[in-house]
């Protein structure tokens, strides 16, 4: 792994600056400009971390002159908002009463007829495919602070957890005055060698505690700001280690604050942005400022934002209390939850993909449960689907979905649309359509091993599973197979089933991982 890095790292090198061309063309061409850096870091052997720390320190003394030009003025657009639905009511299933057999007199016995021939028509519904999700960036070179430098911790609650970053004993970042040359003289200082334990150990905690990057993004704003108050100096240091981390963000001010702004793989709900060079920058903070001064400055192979989780935070473990969940078939199981993950899911953004409303599902679907809770949950559930047919083992877990969790309106309950990670419905009393069609997904794909994908119709969301053999029912082709309609929220209602009102010609399939 360590060859590897360095690989990557000398990639970079040999790269060099690609900041963005128009700011080198103010004393020569762009091209002049990249062959006279790339001469320059060519010089390197590229095998020592002193090499790297002057390449990263170059890069930031380029970024810092960047930084004295003037910044343009972008208007601040007001944040999207999912379109608001229709919820469909739950529907409870009645099984058709058999039809009465005709009673035929042996000699009026009729002639045998030959079967017919299946016409069945498959349903090929538009398809929505999300992106894998994105590992963590790069940082944009190696970082190894010098071992004999003073320091000063810096700890956090976060979410049952004391975290601890480092800074150095003579830390006193000041930012003279809320202008171009005041914010490059106080970016020049924090890419002085002192700071680099910063970067450091908040990598080293993102790694260790597999944060995420909307949680590596809440702890430094949480840290900054137990260093330096709501300032914005807290704004720039976290402005400096996302850049040093890899991420996307631009830096933006007012006559009396200065933001970070962050780009996004997805474009995110209820969050105000600017758009620059066709791309949505977030702002984070909480100022509505109608129009910002931006920095267009930029690090080479810079990463936008991923909410994606392929994996949960390691958070301290506060367990809830326990809550029975019993289904009508009486398959019964006991859960609790870690509370400090339900509240970091509770700050999660909505967000989706390409303006496709449809997206922000997967990213709810595609996050696995807690390990602790599948600890608890699966064998009770492996226990009860152990040796059944898949047919009879994913009708298990449906019912099991649709009748043990009490139907709840979003509305009503949290003034609009809030879909819930899997880890959620298994906490909050009520839960609606899309909550279960998120945990029942998640659940026939870790217990059962089938693909589900999500069907999602007007103001209604439900699944469709993928079985290795011939089933009979209602059901969807994607990629040549057989998808098979099961609705969670469809009360009763066995595999095949689709509820009343729900047209499959016109539903969406949403794949999943």
Not at 461 to 472: M, P
Request: glycine letters at 4%; hydrophobic letters at 35%; one cysteine or more.
């Amino acid at each position: 792994m360590k060859r590897i890095f360095f690989v990557m790292s000398a990639a970079m090198l040999l790269n060099a600056l690609s900041i963005v061309s128009a700011y080198a063309q103010n004393t020569d061409s762009y091209e002049e400009f990249r062959k006279r850096q790339q001469a320059e870091f060519g010089k390197f052997r590229q095998n020592t971390q002193d090499e790297y720390d002057a390449y990263r320190k170059r890069l930031n003394e380029q970024y810092a002159e960047f930084m004295r030009r003037t910044w343009d003025a972008f208007p601040a657009h007001e944040a999207d908002e999912p379109q608001p639905e229709t919820p469909v009511q739950p529907v409870v299933y009645n099984e058709p009463e058999p039809a009465p057999q005709p009673v035929v007199e042996p000699d009026q016995q009729p002639a045998p007829q030959p079967a017919p021939e299946p016409k069945e028509i498959p349903v090929e519904p538009a398809v929505v495919v999300v992106p894998e999700p994105a590992p963590a960036p790069e940082p944009i070179a190696p970082v190894k602070p010098k071992e004999e430098q003073p320091l000063k911790r810096v700890s956090v609650g976060f979410y049952g957890s004391i975290v601890s970053l480092s800074f150095p004993a003579n830390d006193n970042l000041k930012i003279k005055s809320l202008d171009e040359n005041s914010l490059a003289d106080a970016w020049k200082t924090l890419s002085s060698s002192c700071y680099d334990i910063t970067v450091k150990t908040a990598l080293d905690v993102r790694k260790a505690s597999d944060l995420c990057d909307w949680a590596y993004m809440d702890l430094l704003r949480a840290v900054t700001e137990k260093r330096y108050g709501k300032t914005n100096e807290a704004v720039l240091m976290q402005a400096y280690i996302m850049s040093q981390s890899g991420y996307r963000v631009r830096l933006g001010m007012t006559k009396s604050k200065l933001h970070m702004l962050i780009a996004s793989r997805y474009e995110i709900y209820g969050m105000r942005y600017v758009t620059l060079d066709g791309t949505k920058f977030y702002i984070t903070g909480d100022r509505d400022d109608k129009e910002l001064q931006i920095c267009k400055a930029q690090f080479d192979k810079e990463q936008s934002l991923s909410l994606q989780m392929a994996r949960l935070p390691k958070f301290g473990n506060e367990p809830t209390p326990k809550r029975t969940l019993t289904s009508r078939k009486g398959v019964t199981a006991t859960v609790s939850v870690n509370k400090n993950l339900i509240d970091f899911m509770n700050t999660y953004p909505q967000a989706c993909i390409n303006g496709d409303a449809g997206t922000r599902w997967a990213a709810y679907a595609n996050t696995p449960l807690d390990k602790n809770v599948k600890d608890a949950l699966y064998p009770v559930l492996k226990k009860t689907i152990a040796g059944m047919p898949e047919r009879d083992a994913v009708g298990i877990l449906l019912n099991w979905v649709q009748t043990a969790f009490k139907y709840g309106y979003d509305d009503q309950i949290w003034g609009g649309d809030r879909p819930f990670f899997a880890q959620e419905t298994l906490y909050y009393p009520q839960s609606d359509c899309e909550d279960r069609a998120i945990l029942f997904s998640r659940l026939v794909r870790d217990l059962v091993g089938l693909d589900v994908v999500l069907l999602y119709y007007p103001g209604h969301l439900a699944t469709a599973v993928a079985f290795s053999g011939e089933q009979k029912g209602d059901w969807l082709t994607y990629k040549g197979r057989k998808f098979i309609v099961c609705d969670p929220t469809y009360e009763n209602a066995p595999v095949g089933a689709t509820m009343p009102g729900m047209d499959n010609k016109k539903a969406k399939m949403i794949a999943l991982k």
